[in-house]
Structure formats: structure tokens, C-alpha cells
């Protein structure tokens, strides 16, 4: 479980952060077909105290649908499955990448098992700031999900004048781990 402290420090540095351009600060999208995935990490999340809203979607072609209609509200930060049935998590990613309003939003790519160089070559290619594996436990997610939000706020925090992410900012998170 997580320290009360490890939670005090996100929310201290999240309060003392000024807000991204953006107005949806509280956001978090998470696309995933699998429910208990996302089940799992609404439950994470919840647990944390931290003041976010998930929006959590089945699969792509949802959030395409969404911001076709324009009642897709940009998200603070977006983990996105790439295994998924119909539209991959790598065509939702080069998609949303072309759409000026997505271009500073970290996108963390999530994969079922440990992914080949291959992959994560080209989730850096298409734009991913980070990826993770699917964590085995409820802590690893917590701990996971704290790591992200931590060095988002930080890279906003740094990066305001800037629209994109450097790829030097990509993180690898692997059960709780960061490797910047």
C-alpha cells in the first residue's frame, strides 16, 4: 500500500502546480477493452484520493466517436491499451497525435505482457510518452498511476511554454518503476 506521505506529496505538488492551458486538469481517459482492467484501475484510482475523474472506454472507436461529436473532453493524462480488437491503441495513438488539441497530452501505452523493442520503439515513434505493463497487483497499479501523475506535473510544470513533450520525457513504468 502506499504511504500516506507518497499520497501527500502528489496532491501537495498537484495543488501547488498551476493549471495546464487546458481546463480539464481533473481528466483521466483510460481505453481498454478488457472490463476488469478497467474496473481494476477505476478502483486504483478511487483509492488514491487523488481529485481526478476517469473516463474509461471499451475500446477506440468509442473515443473516435466521441471526438467526432466533439464531446471529448481532453484529457490531463491518457492510458491507452494497444492490443485491442478493431482500432489498435497504435492507430488511436497516431490519430490523436495529428489533432493539435492532444499534442501535449501525455499518453502512457499499456501492454498485456512485456512488450519487444519493436513496440515500444514505435509507441515512441507514434508519440506515447511512457508505457507500462499491465501490473499484477492493486499496489503496483497505485503506485503506477502516482509515479505518472508525479512526473506529469512536473513536466507541465517545466514544459509550460512548451507544446510537446521532448522524447527524453519518456518513461518507462514497469511495477512502480521510472527510468526517466
Same mark, same amino acid.
Given at each position: 500500500?502506499?504511504?500516506?506521505?507518497?499520497?501527500?506529496?502528489i496532491?501537495?505538488?498537484?495543488?501547488?502546480?498551476?493549471?495546464?492551458?487546458?481546463?480539464?486538469?481533473?481528466?483521466?481517459?483510460?481505453?481498454?477493452?478488457?472490463?476488469?482492467?478497467?474496473e *481494476?484501475?477505476?478502483?486504483? /484510482?478511487?483509492? %488514491? #484520493? &487523488?481529485?481526478?475523474?476517469l473516463? @474509461?472506454?471499451?475500446?477506440? =472507436? +468509442?473515443?473516435?466517436?466521441?471526438?467526432?461529436?466533439?464531446? *471529448?473532453?481532453?484529457?490531463? /493524462?491518457?492510458? %491507452? #491499451? &494497444?492490443?485491442?480488437?478493431?482500432? @489498435?491503441?497504435?492507430?488511436? =495513438? +497516431?490519430?490523436?497525435?495529428?489533432?493539435?488539441?492532444?499534442?501535449?497530452?501525455?499518453?502512457?501505452?499499456?501492454?498485456?505482457?512485456?512488450?519487444?523493442?519493436?513496440?515500444?520503439?514505435?509507441?515512441?515513434?507514434?508519440?506515447?510518452?511512457?508505457?507500462?505493463?499491465?501490473?499484477?497487483?492493486?499496489?503496483?497499479?497505485?503506485?503506477?498511476?502516482?509515479?505518472?501523475?508525479?512526473?506529469?506535473?512536473?513536466?507541465?510544470?517545466?514544459?509550460?511554454?512548451?507544446?510537446?513533450?521532448d522524447?527524453?520525457?519518456?518513461?518507462?513504468?514497469?511495477n512502480?518503476?521510472?527510468?526517466?
Amino acid at each position: 500500500m502506499l504511504s500516506k506521505a507518497h499520497i501527500r506529496t502528489i496532491l501537495t505538488t498537484f495543488a501547488k502546480t498551476p493549471p495546464p492551458m487546458d481546463t480539464n486538469l481533473k481528466n483521466v481517459v483510460l481505453v481498454d477493452d478488457d472490463q476488469d482492467d478497467r474496473e *481494476f484501475f477505476a478502483d486504483a /484510482i478511487a483509492s %488514491l #484520493d &487523488i481529485p481526478f475523474t476517469l473516463h @474509461s472506454y471499451k475500446n477506440a =472507436l +468509442e473515443v473516435v466517436s466521441e471526438i467526432q461529436s466533439g464531446s *471529448f473532453n481532453v484529457p490531463y /493524462i491518457m492510458f %491507452l #491499451d &494497444i492490443n485491442m480488437p478493431g482500432m @489498435s491503441g497504435f492507430e488511436l =495513438l +497516431e490519430m490523436i497525435r495529428n489533432m493539435e488539441q492532444f499534442r501535449s497530452v501525455p499518453v502512457i501505452a499499456i501492454y498485456s505482457t512485456s512488450s519487444d523493442n519493436e513496440d515500444i520503439n514505435k509507441s515512441i515513434k507514434l508519440g506515447a510518452n511512457g508505457y507500462i505493463t499491465k501490473p499484477t497487483s492493486f499496489q503496483n497499479l497505485q503506485s503506477v498511476i502516482v509515479d505518472v501523475t508525479i512526473d506529469n506535473i512536473k513536466n507541465r510544470a517545466h514544459n509550460s511554454k512548451k507544446a510537446n513533450f521532448d522524447q527524453k520525457n519518456f518513461i518507462i513504468l514497469q511495477n512502480s518503476y521510472i527510468e526517466p
